[in-house]
């Protein structure tokens, strides 16, 4: 095969007219994946979409001209004068700010804010916009708590202007961290603020997005004033759902309704229409006021999983680096390796020495529905009379969050844990009921 192709000059990355069995495919030649058949071809079509083809004698390959796969010059969103609800966009990189790279056949994080507004349609006759802004253009996976509070600062800014309310685009893989971030550090929140990804890219058929931009100016519309992830509630275009920004958990790799509820209700359902239905009657209201950027955030804290056979020097290790902060994801009603057969399996001395050493010590559970409790099993409650504060049924990234958040602005025990164990952004849910569960 690689001969064939080296006779016709045509490497991985060139354009390839491919015609098998009267049929003619036209696309970029991509490589073989490591496991597959060397005697097929992949192309990336113009959809988008990837195919494979088995070569036989009678297939014929032609190299096509070099820019009939160039870069078409996207047209340029311009902000204008409308009568319609002003909202502002912060675009921070992500898939649904992501294209086809025509030359190497992958999806690059290059969009502006004006080319993902000029590929959205679906908002003109909704909202305009004041403001398009982009600090950055960054994959979720590579956000830090610095991402955090740029864009936190940069959010009251907006929210203290003339708009109805914010979106911000985002990628997926970690807009749940954000989301809480956002809860915590936006103060005074009096308008509604929308995190908005998507699980595919602009170039796919099933590009999930445009309705989820659409939905999210609903929301920004409505009376809420949340920090809310809004996005596909099916993995069918039926409607979205807004959910709080602290109760809310990417569950699947790659589902469009991927974003889940945990330990509550969606905030509302929302129709690319405009329909929207609250299910929740105890959110924020919108109001007058000044948002405040309150972003001071310790970063040495850490998010820790408990297993079985599971290290206790990982502990010795953040102490010994100075953390102030550890969240560890506890089994079920918040227990960790403490009674084992082999003492030095037992985390109890190192918990032990953390709480000693000053290091703030947080429970969460790993089962992410429920709530923790130290008053049923031995081994917890030797952890509760430690000092550890369990974390009530906030989920681990949350958790994480919060500690960092709280650490920032005091370092006083009993300060900490009164705030830890106060709901701030509706991140603890006082009682947790049947329909909860699973939604």
């Not at 699980?199 to 445009?210: E, K, L, N, V, Y």
């Not at 929740?280 to 850490?302: L, M, W």
């Amino acid at each position: 095969m690689d001969g064939i192709l080296k006779a016709k000059r045509i490497s991985v990355g060139d354009g390839a007219r491919i015609t098998t069995s009267g049929v003619v495919y036209e696309g970029l030649l991509m490589p073989r994946i490591e496991v597959g058949d060397d005697n097929v071809l992949i192309l990336k079509l113009q959809s988008g979409y990837n195919i494979g083809l088995e070569y036989s004698s009678s297939m014929q390959i032609e190299k096509m001209e070099a820019n009939a796969f160039s870069e078409k010059p996207t047209p340029r969103y311009s902000l204008k004068k409308s009568s319609l609800p002003k909202i502002s966009l912060i675009a921070t990189g992500g898939t649904i700010a992501s294209k086809i790279d025509y030359r190497l056949g992958g999806v690059k994080s290059l969009l502006e804010p004006q080319e993902i507004c000029q590929a959205m349609p679906e908002l003109v006759n909704v909202i305009s916009f004041k403001s398009l802004l982009s600090p950055f253009k960054i994959f979720s996976e590579n956000m830090s708590p610095v991402e955090w509070q740029k864009i936190a600062a940069l959010a009251a800014k907006e929210l203290n202007s003339d708009i109805k309310g914010l979106v911000i685009t985002h990628g997926t893989d970690t807009l749940h961290f954000t989301s809480a971030a956002l809860s915590f550090m936006l103060k005074n929140l009096c308008k509604p603020v929308a995190l908005v990804g998507a699980q595919r890219s602009p170039d796919r058929g099933s590009f999930d997005g445009a309705m989820n931009m659409a939905c999210a100016a609903h929301y920004l519309l409505s009376d809420a004033a949340e920090v809310a992830i809004v996005m596909h509630a099916t993995s069918s275009d039926d409607y979205c759902y807004a959910i709080r920004g602290t109760k809310v958990r990417k569950m699947h790799t790659s589902r469009r309704d991927a974003f889940r509820p945990v330990n509550d209700l969606p905030l509302a359902k929302i129709y690319s229409n405009g329909r929207t239905e609250f299910l929740k009657k105890n959110y924020r209201k919108r109001s007058a006021g000044k948002v405040v950027a309150d972003t001071a955030f310790e970063k040495k804290v850490a998010l820790l999983k408990a297993y079985p056979g599971s290290e206790p020097g990982l502990v010795d290790f953040l102490i010994d680096k100075k953390y102030k902060g550890i969240v560890v994801e506890a089994t079920a009603l918040g227990q960790i390796p403490t009674f084992t057969f082999d003492k030095k399996n037992s985390w109890l001395p190192q918990i032990k020495r953390a709480v000693e050493e000053g290091i703030i010590v947080a429970f969460a559970t790993q089962c992410l529905y429920g709530r923790t409790n130290p008053f049923v099993y031995e081994t917890a409650r030797e952890m509760y009379r430690l000092g550890v504060i369990y974390c009530e049924d906030m989920l681990p990234e949350v958790a994480y969050v919060k500690l960092g958040w709280v650490l920032g602005h005091t370092r006083k025990k009993e300060e900490v844990r009164k705030l830890m164990l106060t709901s701030l952004a509706g991140e603890i849910n006082p009682m947790l009921t049947e329909e909860e569960f699973l939604i």
